[in-house]
């Protein structure tokens, strides 16, 4: 039978502009279809001037609660009543929880990452060492989320420098001394040689500039897993590199799907069909192309 809302359906609301290209509202729903529950979960463009007002009003509809994305992860924190200590760490949210008219929020980009690294490259990164190119939003959830999950090292490295010194510097204050940067080719080539994960936490190769790589392809050994957190196209040029040197590469689209599913349990408490977020992910970006 086909679901249509009603006055009981729980809403989930994603927040943010533009939102055209966000495939989390087709994700979301085919997981609540094919579980046979009654929720929706629809995309709302909302300007920084409105989101006051257009976030208070839906919290009071019958709102399970909210995805956020650009350019409002970190404004809506004011405006919310209580912070999980991981969002808190970052500094962002991307998932709201309303339970009993009080919202919650929640980071699940890092663990977004973090289980799609342990699920395709089946390795855990506690006491791993980590390279982690960027400094960007993105990089910083991850970079945090890998300090609360017990990496040992997590190297930083950014085109503007400063930025990754005060990234370094908030990781070694807020979680554990775990952290460096980078800052001279010398110590990065070390790095290489010493780090068991190698991410792109950067937009360095991203549509439509798909021959870019973010690193000199020499310093890619064999032993390396390497991840991309950019996911258009699906394989980037840097994870084409290090599959054919070899190493376990891990895509972008995973830490999507992934935080997604985080979101899912989150709002439901309901375990999502991640198999069936990962299918509707793939279509959507294949069919893009
Ligand atoms: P962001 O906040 O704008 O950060 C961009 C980062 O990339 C910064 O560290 C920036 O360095 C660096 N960068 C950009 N262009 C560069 C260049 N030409 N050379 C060297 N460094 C460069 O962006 P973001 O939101 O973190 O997103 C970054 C990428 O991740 C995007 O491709 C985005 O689509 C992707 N992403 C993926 C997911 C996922 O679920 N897979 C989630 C979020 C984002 P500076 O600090 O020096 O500017």
């Not at 950019?230 to 980037?236: C, D």
């Given at each position: 039978m086909t679901h249509y809302p009603t006055v009981t359906t729980k809403l989930v609301i994603l927040l943010g502009k533009p939102l055209g290209h966000s495939i989390s509202p087709a994700m979301h729903n085919r997981v609540f279809e094919k579980l046979g529950m009654d929720y929706c979960y629809m995309p709302v463009e909302v300007t920084e001037k409105n989101l006051k007002k257009v976030f208070s009003g839906l919290s009071a509809m019958n709102v399970a609660g909210f995805n956020v994305t650009i350019p409002h992860k970190i404004n809506i924190i004011e405006y919310l009543d209580e912070l999980d200590p991981l969002a808190a760490t970052i500094g962002a949210v991307n998932t709201i929880c309303v339970k009993s008219g009080k919202t919650t929020g929640y980071n699940t980009d890092g663990e977004g990452f973090i289980r799609s690294l342990e699920n395709e490259a089946q390795i855990s990164v506690k006491g791993k060492r980590v390279l982690l190119l960027g400094c960007g939003g993105a990089a910083r959830a991850i970079a945090m989320t890998l300090a609360f999950r017990d990496a040992e090292k997590i190297y930083l490295y950014n085109r503007t420098l400063a930025k990754a010194e005060g990234l370094s510097e908030e990781i070694n204050c807020k979680t554990r001394p775990c952290s460096a940067v980078i800052a001279s080719p010398e110590s990065f080539r070390k790095a290489m040689e010493t780090c068991d994960i190698l991410i792109n936490g950067t937009s360095i190769g991203m549509h439509p500039h798909e021959d870019l790589l973010p690193i000199d392809e020499s310093l890619i050994s064999q032993n390396l897993i390497v991840a991309d957190i950019?996911?258009?196209?699906?394989?980037?040029k840097l994870l084409r590199t290090a599959r054919d040197r070899g190493c376990s590469i891990v895509p972008g689209l995973g830490m999507l799907i992934y935080q997604g599913a985080a979101a899912f349990k989150l709002f439901t408490g309901v375990e999502p069909l991640v198999e069936e977020m990962s299918e509707v992910a793939h279509a959507l970006m294949t069919s893009r192309h």
């Open positions: 950019v996911y258009n196209p699906l394989m980037t």
